[in-house]
């Protein structure tokens, strides 16, 4: 996502009917910035396969549905941090898709 | 019994004292108004104290106890409330300006349900402004940690962790959006319980990001934790989603100890670049405490964790900018500069954006679900580090640093399971060399508040880290 300025921001505020003071206008706009950045880059990520059709009902009170596969951006990093070695030395186990695993992360294919 | 030795005494061994009739409710809260009265000037926990109320409630509890009667293990045991909680007659803040005359005219239903089983509400308790961040100049008082003044108590039950550390009281109430429970029970040094999202009435907690929110109990221990849980947990008609699901024996689950019980270690969290080395070391000595106890420990992995933040920041954030746009639009001044400039940063994030974060969010859940499959409860450090010095933030100079430092900030271990409806406690896992507490966060499967209770029950028996207390 390309820089944002704060004149930008300004303006964006103001369409929307708020005013930012110019002592606030630095900081909102890194606010901003950070968070379209962030979420701008998860538009790399395959996020139809990650979670099911967007607006699936919901499993039950607490909104959750059985476990589903990490998308595939997900594990290569996954599988780049286990080659790293793990922090406590414990057994490991996947949990991506509940199953469990020997070896680190593992997700459906 | 001296002051001192009721200031520490949990919630089960004031509410034992008092069954047989070796003090009395209102002594216990004599005792603690004076020691709220010492300390609170330095410590900023409470923003306003309840004193005569108090006192009587407590007589009325000393005659139902007298007459054989108590309503619960609590009868006439005193209790604390988040400011963002209303309480009947008493002026609720929620840390801001905004609310500073606004008094309610009903409790908050977990409120209502302390009171109901004879607790007696002794104040309510400083907060960061809205819930929604730092806050520079708080209205009402810098809180400051009782293990270290100079540093923070975490956010945003402030209040709630530091009085129960600085032996104000015995049980209290927060609320958790983002880790506001369990980061200030991590960097205060108690127990700090936030449930599965149904389980206690929202009904009269001010409301951040209702998809997210939760009251919950603080005690400094497991055991106490459980008996505030018991009491407030459970269907009101008042909130349509709260849970009717039973609510379980949670003092019972609390007494049967860690043997047999699998603890999986959050992979992803244990080796995160911003979790401080002293920290995890904490962390690793008390998994290898529960597994002495008998609790089978393994390594967990949830990839799409280091996600949470961002889906945590297009949901929540946008929504609690949504319900304070008429405050920015007609009260900006009256907010502080903090969560002022996170509020005008969420009002602008682009809703497309926010839906195409929404089946990532039932993703994380579904890898949360997935890993508690083969364990009954999931370990990770509650914050990256233990609590920091109170200061001004400088003024933020790139995108990275508003990230990490203003916008995901230290929720980033806690959020997670925000985003997922996981209940999750903090218990307090040791001391940093400069003698600043650090917590355990133990994570179960939805309503089953028990487990971590009995994990974290366990892990007490075990250990005395809840008996040292800060040298006030």
Known sequence: ?109 | MAAAGIAFLTAVELGDLLRRRQASSEEIVTELLGRIDRLNPELGAFITVCGQAAIDSARRADRALARGKPRSPLHGVPFAVKDALWTEGVRTTNGSRLFADFVPREDATAVARLRAAGGVLLGKLNMTELAFGGTLAPPFGMPRNPWDPSRTTGGSSSGSASALAAGLCPITLGGDTGGSIRLPASFCGVVGLKPTWGRVSRHGLMPLAEPFDCAGPLGRTAQDVALALQVIAGRDAKDATSSDRPVPDYARAARRGAQGMRVGVIRELMESDLLDSRVARLVVEALDMLKRSGAAIEEVSIPLIRFSSEIYVATAEPEVAARHRPDLVQRAGDIDVLPRRRLLSASLVPAALRARILPLREALQGQVDGALRSVDVLAAPTAPTAATPIAEPPSLTSKEEAWLGAVAGRSLFTNPFNVTAHPALSVPCGFTAEGLPVGLQLVARPFREDETLRIAAAYQAATDWHRRHPDL
């Open chain 1, 1 to 109: 996502m390309g820089d944002l300025r704060p004149e930008h921001v300004k303006a964006l505020a103001l369409a929307v009917g708020l005013t930012i003071a110019d002592d606030d206008l630095t900081d909102v706009t890194f606010r901003l910035g950070a968070t379209l950045d962030r979420l701008g880059a998860l538009d790399a990520l395959d996020l139809l396969r990650v979670g099911g059709a967007a607006g699936a009902g919901r499993g039950d009170e607490v909104g959750r549905r059985p476990g589903r596969a990490a998308p595939r951006a997900d594990r290569r990093a996954a599988a780049a941090r286990r080659d790293r070695g793990a922090a406590t030395g414990l057994p490991r186990r996947g949990a991506a898709s509940g199953a469990p695993a020997r070896s680190g992360p593992r997700g459906k294919r």
